[in-house]
Structure formats: structure tokens, C-alpha cells
């Protein structure tokens, strides 16, 4: 499965090869003044989202080959947050590389009205591996756009406005995509009309006093069903929903209740979309989350994992039904670089990476065989964490004050555990109270034994 990992710079001959070459280039280039340089240039010329200004980032990450980045200066990370959760396959796939410098090499760029064999191709590969009549793609530049035109798609198919979503989630960043969302993000941002929102199911944390899984999805899907029934099932276009929700806290969801949203859907006419932005392409061990839980969409929203966050790329998986609405209407909608030939080449080169590597299956087995047995360990030793949830290779670490109260753990405590994860060489990924544990999915099991031994470390620390 990590054949092309024998060139990383932690093994074999080749991986040694690659780190003296990449050392002799950092050397020749003054490593520590490229470092400062970066950090220089950033503060002063790059404004970063979701940030104040002023305490502008200071990590630079200059170079990466699997699960592993370097700064300029050759100091080490290994990488469990796959950046945003989206560099599946992991960092530089050579397969991947190639395929987007041989497209380079080919033609650059090419309006949407023009076809293309490389967005063709990426296209038949993605609804290859997609349920049944669903034959066409719209793609786009990232999942917040996929999921911006996911809803324009559903409200011109119904001819309703109102889209339902839960207040744990996360849809992006653009106007009806913010709005979409259930955090905070959404507050400063509500500008478009016609969201509603309700509350998914979270059996550690339940808004419904639920005891049991079971119980969850029954009065989830209770819940849900006063909402339709207050807002006027006529008026509904659309629930959207992660299939499985990440930032909010990879919020497994707990058996029959996406089966049951569907019932509801198909009951009042309403258009299923399932946001498979981050769950999507091995994230959960499998090619879709929605596989393992026995539903269909009517929408699938998909980026990141698609192809590593390469080149940037989204798209939407559009059922028959609806996509015939547009066989003689035209579809109100389109961005200059849909379809891009780089990110279409690095597409198909990323699926089929996939396929013939075992990439899937390897994300799968690894999440049962080392990372699930290794974080129950540390549940088992630490009070911290109150609860640990995920599947694959996406995971999640809920740390609390107290275990009883599940009170969250405060932000300067998850402050401190961040930066000391980092000291200790492992890039992590949190949010909230939370450590998400998010690596590649070509990650092995010898990388996930690191990894929990930096967390062991650095847990050990906390006083609960």
C-alpha cells in the first residue's frame, strides 16, 4: 500500500537520498533566514482567514513526503491533522506530481464551455464509485462552493427556499454556505435568507437526554421532525447535512438516524444533501462515509480528500432526477475554473492511486487495528479525555475539566496542549475542547504508535 513511502526521508536508501538532497538545498539556500524570511513576508503581506492580524502565524512549512513536513531549516513534524483534514493521500505522491506537471506540460487551462479529457475522466472515476443514478458531476474549486451550488441545485429543482442544517456543522465559507453552518462562524455572516437550523444527534453531549444510541436517533429524529412540521414541509428545498460531522467533533452518527432523515426527505419531498467534503476519498476507510450507513443522497458535496488538496477542487454529485431538470433549463450557475485541468489530472491520478494501492482498505485497517486500540489505551489512562469517536482515520479526542460533568476543557489548557504537541515534533489538529486525530491515510502503524506516545506525554500533563 506505501510503496512510493520508500523514498520518504525516514526510510530505505532512496528516503536517505531524498534527505540529503533536500539538506544540501536547504543549506545552500541559508535555511534559518528562508524561515524568517517566510515568517517576515506573511506578517507583513498575507491576511489570514479566521484570524486577527496582529499574532500572525510563526510555524513555517516549507517541504513535505507522506505523513511528514519540514520547516526550512530540516526541524520535523509528523503531520496529524492532514493540514484542514484534506491531504488524504498524503503529502507529494509522486504519481500525483506527475500527473499534474504532465498536464501542465500539456495545456494549463481551459473554459468549462470547452471539453476536456481530463475532466472527463475525473468525472467517470468519481460517479464510478458513487450509489447508483448518479451520473453527473458539477465540479467546483472547494467544498464551500460545492455546497453553495448544492443548494441552488435543490432550490431551483423544488422550487422552495428554505434549507435545513444542524447547529454542529460546518458548510463553508460563502454566503449561503456560512449561513449553512451551525457554529459561531455563522453569526457575523447572515446574509442569506431561508436557513433554519436544529440540532443533530451527539450521544456524549445530547440535547435530548438521551441514555442509549437508540434513544438518540428516536428523539433526533423527533426533534427533526417538529422543525419540518413548524417551518411547513411545503417551504423546504433541502437538508443538508454532514454525514459525518468533522469540526464539529467527528460526530459519528449513531445507527438508523441518517436513514431516518432520509424517510423524512422522501416523505415531504425535500432534496437530501450530504456534505462529504471532509468524511469523503478514505477519510472514513471507505471511498463515501454515507456507505456505512445505509442511505442515499440526493446531492453528495465532495473536495479535500478528492485529490489531497493538490490543486484545489469540489464538485457536486447530482442524482438522474435532478440533474434531468436541466436537460432543457439552464442551470443558473458556473466558475470560471470548474473543471480545471490540473486539479481534473490530479483527480484521476489521486483515485487511482487509491485503487491500486489499497489506499481505502489501508485507511480502514488502520483506524481498527492501531489507532482505536491506541486511544482507548489513552482514554483508559488519562481523565482528561472524556471520550474518544471516530472511524478510519478520522478521529476524535473530547477532553473535559471534569468527567463527570463533561464540562469542556478550557481554551488556555487546549492552548497549552497544542503548543506542546508541536514542541514535541507532531503537527495536531484541535478545535474546541478537542484533539482531532486526522492523519493521512497512508499513515502506518509504527506513525500512529509515535503519534499516541506524544500525546501520552503531553496529557500526562493535565490535571483532572
Known amino acids: 500500500m506505501v510503496e512510493w513511502l520508500a523514498g ?41 482567514s479566521w ?48 500527473a499534474i506537471r504532465e498536464q501542465a506540460e500539456l495545456l494549463t487551462t481551459v473554459a468549462p464551455s470547452a471539453v476536456n479529457l481530463a475532466r472527463g475522466e475525473a468525472a467517470k472515476r468519481i460517479v464510478a464509485r458513487a450509489p447508483e443514478r448518479h451520473s453527473k458531476v458539477f465540479f467546483t474549486n472547494g467544498g464551500a462552493d460545492a455546497n453553495e451550488n448544492a443548494i441552488r441545485m435543490a432550490r431551483l429543482h423544488t ?32 446574509f442569506a ?19 442509549t444510541p437508540e434513544q438518540e436517533t428516536e428523539r433526533a429524529l423527533q426533534h427533526l421532525r417538529r422543525v419540518i412540521e413548524s417551518e411547513g414541509p411545503a417551504s423546504i428545498a433541502a437538508i443538508l447535512l454532514e454525514t459525518v460531522p468533522g469540526t464539529a467533533g467527528v460526530l459519528v452518527p449513531p445507527p438508523g438516524y441518517l436513514a431516518g432523515v432520509r424517510e423524512l426527505c422522501d416523505r415531504h419531498g425535500i432534496v437530501m444533501i450530504l456534505d462529504e467534503v471532509m468524511a469523503g476519498f478514505g477519510r472514513t476507510g471507505r471511498w463515501f462515509a454515507f456507505d456505512g450507513y445505509d442511505v442515499v443522497p440526493d446531492l453528495i458535496t ?20 435532478i440533474a434531468a431538470d436541466f436537460d432543457e433549463r439552464v442551470f ?29 482498505d489501508h485507511a480502514r485497517d488502520v483506524g481498527a487495528e492501531a489507532i482505536a486500540p491506541a486511544l482507548t489505551e489513552l482514554a483508559e489512562k488519562h481523565r482528561v479525555i472524556g471520550e474518544v469517536r471516530g472511524e478510519g482515520v478520522f478521529w476524535a479526542l473530547d477532553l473535559v475539566a471534569d468527567p ?38 497512508v499513515v502506518t502503524h509504527d506513525e500512529v504508535a ?13 490535571a483532572v
Open 332 to 360: 443558473p450557475g458556473g466558475l470560471t475554473y470548474s473543471g480545471h485541468p490540473l486539479a481534473m489530472a490530479s483527480i484521476v491520478a489521486t483515485i487511482d492511486a487509491m485503487e491500486s494501492e489499497g489506499i481505502i
Open 8 to 48: 520518504c526521508p525516514t526510510t530505505g536508501d532512496a528516503g536517505a537520498s531524498w534527505k540529503r538532497k533536500a539538506t544540501t538545498l536547504m543549506t545552500e539556500n541559508l535555511t534559518a533566514d528562508l524561515d524568517a524570511l517566510a515568517r517576515d513576508l506573511d506578517a507583513e503581506h498575507v491576511f489570514h
Open 193 to 211: 435568507r431561508g436557513h433554519v437550523h436544529f440540532f443533530g444527534p451527539f450521544p456524549y453531549r445530547s440535547e435530548f437526554w438521551s441514555e
Open 51 to 98: 484570524s486577527a492580524q496582529g499574532s500572525p502565524p510563526q510555524m513555517v512549512i516549507a517541504s513535505g513526503r507522506g505523513t511528514r513536513v519540514w520547516d526550512h531549516a530540516g526541524k520535523e513534524y509528523l503531520d496529524f491533522s492532514s493540514q484542514l483534514v484534506n491531504v488524504n493521500i498524503g503529502h507529494q505522491h509522486p504519481a500525483v506530481v506527475a
Open 450 to 462: 509515535q503519534a499516541a506516545q506524544i500525546y501520552d506525554e503531553v496529557l500526562g500533563t493535565i
Open 404 to 441: 463527570e460533568t463533561r464540562e469542556p476543557l478550557p481554551a488556555a489548557e487546549m492552548g497549552r496542549i497544542k503548543g506542546a504537541l508541536v514542541e514535541r515534533g507532531l503537527l495536531p489538529f484541535t478545535a474546541d475542547n478537542r484533539i482531532h486525530v486526522v492523519p493521512p491515510c
Open 302 to 321: 465532495f473536495a479535500k480528500g478528492v485529490n489531497s488538496g493538490y490543486v484545489p477542487a469540489g464538485g457536486v454529485i447530482i442524482s438522474d432526477e
Open 159 to 190: 422550487g422552495r427556499d428554505t434549507v435545513l442544517s444542524t447547529y454542529r456543522s460546518y458548510h463553508g465559507n460563502t454566503g449561503a454556505a456560512i449561513v449553512a453552518t451551525g457554529d459561531w462562524r455563522r453569526i457575523p455572516n447572515r
